[in-house]
């Protein structure tokens, strides 16, 4: 059974990072591009980043984070990570772990039924 488990997640201030975790279980993980979603209260999930199956392939990244987040992926390891960097109390949410995504260059197309979800992990920016 397919299982994505998120960690890494807290408070941090302005300006501060954060490494957020995806454990992979239950498949084959390098077959999938993976992403990162967050969802703001009240608010649809969206695309933060994804990663295709060879990190080579490339990875893209939603215009809000580009230059400050990085994506990447261990598939000896069955792992996905996100570094975040400069942190701004606007990318206070709650973000999910994805397998099973186009990773195509606009994250409004990422979303789609065959997605499987990690459980989240909350990331608050605040001083």
């Known amino acids: 059974q397919l299982k994505l488990v998120e960690s890494g997640g807290g408070l941090v201030q302005p300006g501060g990072s954060m490494k957020l975790s995806c454990a992979a279980s239950?498949?084959?993980?390098?077959?999938?591009?993976m992403a990162w979603f967050r969802q703001f209260p009240g608010k649809e999930r969206e695309g933060v980043s994804c990663?295709?199956?060879?990190?080579?392939?490339?990875?893209n990244y939603d215009d809000s984070v580009k230059g400050r987040f990085t994506i990447s992926r261990d598939n000896t390891k069955r792992m996905v990570y996100l570094q975040m960097n400069d942190l701004k109390p606007k990318d206070t949410a709650v973000y999910y772990c994805?397998?099973?995504?186009?990773?195509?260059?606009?994250?409004?197309?990422?979303?789609?039924?065959?997605?499987?979800w990690g459980q989240g992990t909350q990331v608050t920016v605040s001083s």
């Open positions: 994805a397998a099973n995504i186009e990773c195509i260059p606009s994250p409004i197309y990422w979303i789609n039924p065959d997605i499987s």
């Open positions: 239950g498949f084959t993980m390098d077959h999938y591009a």
């Open positions: 990663i295709n199956i060879n990190a080579r392939a490339g990875t």
